[in-house]
C-alpha cells in the first residue's frame, strides 16, 4: 500500500517500527529476563515464521513489481494492488514483518518482542496504513472501496 508525500502522517520506514520492538526486546531482556522456553520446538516455530516472513513478503513486492508500481510507502501509487498475497491481507508486507518479528523473538528466547510487537502494531496502524488508506481511497475511489470490503486489513 502507498502513501504520497502529501499525505499526512508520520514518514517513518515502517520496518524501523518492527525493528523497535526487537531492539527494545534487546535491551529489556538484559536486565528483566522473560524466556520462552520450548528449545527445539520453540526454533522450529520460530523457522516457520521467518519462512512465512520471507514468502509473504517476498509475494507481496513481487505483486508490485507485476504491476509496475513502487512497493515503497511514501511514492504516489500508479495502480491498486490486489493480485497475490493482497487477495487475502490488505497489508502483506506488514503481517509479513509482524510474523518476522514473532520468529526472532523465538529466535531470542524472549516474550519482550511479542510484547513490543502491540504497541508497533498499533503505531503501524495510526501512521502508516491509516494515512495509506486515506491516500488510496483519494486516489482510486470506488475501486479502493470494492476492495476494502472484499480483503481485511490484516488477515
Known sequence: MHTSADSPGVHVPPPLFF????????LLDRPWPLPIGGGAARTTVAWVFVAAWAGLGAGAIGAFRRHRTSPIPFRPATTLVTAGPYTFTRNPMY????LLTLGLALFLNTWWAVVLLV?????????VIGPEERYLRRRFGAEYDQYTR????WL
Open 119 to 127: 504497541p508497533a502494531l498499533v503505531a503501524v496502524q495510526q501512521f
Open 95 to 98: 503481517v509479513s514483518l509482524a
Open 150 to 153: 472484499q480483503v481485511r486489513r
Open 19 to 26: 525493528a523497535a520492538a526487537v531492539v527494545g526486546d534487546w
